[in-house]
């Protein structure tokens, strides 16, 4: 029986700028559960360890970054394969030419790499991206060649499907079929999932923890077993953070009341993303920004924001006499609604008009 931990896309020293003030303490997180799998692969006595691609966010880590990293891998006693990514490219540039990895390291590098493990029985294989912009299949050219028993690949790239027009780096279902591979271990996809094609079993492990928002499938690992009777893949959570989107119709409600929906969410290991929709009632002001700032202490982040639009068509003549400076506003921006075909110029308008009624019925909007 042959034991394989197969991650991808930790993606170390990424900005997250979108996190805010919380940015650092995530890339931190990151170097965490890093940890964690190391450990991991030592507590459960897994034979190796792959790493799909996008072990670094980019060729230009931190050397305190590039000194965790050796470090750690030169503590486990198995042997590691680290196949570069789209973020870290084997590039002129690349990290992998500049650091020297420990013993147990191989960096793939040559296109393909077909690296044995005798001892092991396995052979693994992998098209190392060439640059960022690559397009070429991470399959391509891979075929069980050599003595062993087991055969697996390691492919960063873009499984291909109807929904997916023209991916660069694509993975065709066909070629997963004919590889001839047990195992096919993907990365660049950041969700834990199934694609395995005919008697190939073909996984992408998922990022460890998520590196945006709404990457539901985040946060695992996928723990591999290939033997006589077959292969089998499970998942395991290593992550420490997840993330969720929360629709919630604004129709009759006050921001009072929105934000008290939201934090019976509260979690402070929780991503959140939030969108407002429905009909307002015309002057109801949704202040993301204000409903952000007052929510941040219930979540690790959170992101609001607001796709409602005004309940036009309540609009009543007698609610907003003519003669009035608010009945020719409401009149004005409803022709130039009526008269606008651009979609993000009309959800400006109507923006317009919403906070325009508030300021004329003398409402604090700021």
């Known amino acids: 029986m042959l034991k394989i931990l197969h991650t991808s896309d930790i993606q170390l020293d990424a900005p997250f700028g979108f996190l805010g003030s919380t940015g650092p303490h995530h890339r931190q997180q990151l170097r965490e559960t890093f940890k964690r799998i190391m450990d991991l692969a030592t507590q459960e006595g897994f034979d190796m360890l792959l790493i799909a691609g996008d072990l670094f966010n980019d060729n230009r880590p931190h050397q305190e970054t ?5 470090f750690h891998l030169g503590q486990l006693d198995i042997p590691i394969c680290v196949l570069p990514g789209n973020h870290d490219c084997y590039d002129d540039a690349s990290v992998y030419r500049k650091v020297g990895f420990p013993d147990n390291v191989t960096v793939f590098s040559e296109q393909p790499t077909i690296q044995e493990f005798p001892n092991l029985d396995v052979t ?8 960022t912009q690559s397009r070429l299949s991470p399959l391509r050219g891979l075929t069980p060649t050599g003595d062993t028993r087991w055969h697996v690949a390691v492919a960063h790239g873009n499984f291909v499907r109807p929904d997916i ?3 660069p780096r694509p993975i065709l279902p066909d070629e997963i079929r004919a590889s001839g591979m047990d195992y096919v271990a993907m990365g660049d996809w950041h969700a834990f999932s199934d694609y395995s094609q005919g008697n190939v079993k073909a996984f992408y492990s998922g990022a460890p923890e998520p590196t945006a928002m709404g990457q539901k499938g985040a946060g695992y690992v996928a723990c591999v077993e290939i033997g006589e009777d077959g292969v089998s893949v499970q998942k395991k959570r290593v992550g420490s953070i997840s993330t969720a989107d929360m629709e919630i119709n604004v129709s009759g409600r006050t921001i009072a009341q929105i934000a008290e929906e939201i934090k019976g969410h509260a979690d402070p290991q929780l991503m959140l993303k939030v969108t407002l929709g429905g009909l307002a009632e015309l002057g109801t002001v949704l202040d993301t920004e204000k409903l952000e700032l007052e929510l941040t202490p219930h979540f690790y982040h959170i992101e609001c924001s607001n796709q409602s639009h005004p309940q ?4 009543s003549p007698d609610d907003y006499p003519e003669e009035l400076v608010i009945g020719k506003f409401v009149r004005l921006m409803q022709s130039r609604i009526e008269d606008t075909v651009d979609d993000s110029q009309r959800g400006l308008i109507e923006q317009a008009l919403q906070l325009g009624v508030a300021l004329l019925k003398g409402k604090e909007v700021l």
């Open 124 to 131: 693994v294989y992998g098209n190392p991206i060439p640059s």
């Open 165 to 167: 027009v023209d991916p």
């Open 66 to 70: 590039v000194d965790f990293v050796t």
């Open 312 to 315: 036009l068509a309540a609009i």
